[in-house]
């Protein structure tokens, strides 16, 4: 399997992630018996650095910073998933930052979540790092690429300028 295909796969995932983190999170089931908490949440205020603050301001701004997080994850997967071979081969780091960056979310999901956060990332863990693994093989950039060897058509093309072209 190709890397662009896992970083595409990736992307979907954590659209998905998004949205279902996003309309979930401040769901409850009553059978929790949680109410009372809520409840305290929402009516105990709080002067913070000069704003009326509640708890639940908190839960819901944390909770939807996720949301966009995970957005934000998945434009940079899709992104990704489009850089050529040579260019996603000069994004080593970024790659595994990627991929390091949601197996840290998966172990916070293990310890603190359930079952369904702890699925969604790992399973976006497991294709970012494949990809990262896949982009990052010496066979994946060829050795007679432009970039590689510096020659080909016009200007030589510098990893800056590579990067900049596959954006526009």
Do not use: E
Request: glycine share 8%.
């Amino acid at each position: 399997m190709k890397a662009s295909v896992l970083y595409r796969i990736a992307a979907v995932l954590l659209v998905l992630f998004a949205a279902a983190h996003t309309l979930g999170f401040s769901q409850s089931d009553p059978q929790w018996g949680v109410d009372a908490l809520i409840s305290s949440m929402h009516s105990i205020h709080f002067d913070m650095l000069g704003v009326d603050r509640t708890y639940w301001d908190f839960f819901m701004g944390a909770g939807l910073c996720v949301g966009v997080f995970y957005l934000f994850a998945a434009t940079l997967a899709w992104q990704l998933g489009g850089l050529p071979a040579a260019t996603l081969a000069l994004m080593r780091g970024t790659s595994w930052v990627f991929a390091l960056c949601f197996a840290a979310i998966t172990v916070v999901s293990l310890i603190y979540l359930f079952i369904i956060p702890v699925i969604f990332s790992a399973v976006i863990t497991v294709c970012l790092t494949a990809a990262a693994w896949l982009a990052a093989r010496p066979g994946s950039v060829p050795r007679d690429s432009t970039l590689a060897s510096g020659v080909g058509h016009g200007p030589p093309v510098t990893p800056n300028a590579l990067t900049i072209r596959s954006v526009l």
